[in-house]
């Protein structure tokens, strides 16, 4: 039991690192963009939310 306990918090211990990884994407991304006057006003973000 004390195994299958061990193996599955490496699971979640990648998967975790996994999905940071992918979030500081994102926010490089965004930064990226501010920098670059790449930006949307509130109003057309929520039209593009809007359509989904």
Known sequence: ???A???KAVENASSIDDAMEVLFG???EA?????SGR???IE????EIDSI
Request: negative net charge; aromatic residues 4%.
């Open 1 to 3: 039991m004390a195994t």
């Open 5 to 7: 306990i061990a193996a």
């Open 26 to 28: 994102k926010l490089d």
């Open 31 to 35: 930064i990226d963009d501010m920098e």
């Open 39 to 41: 930006v949307q006003t």
């Open 44 to 47: 057309e973000a929520w039209k």
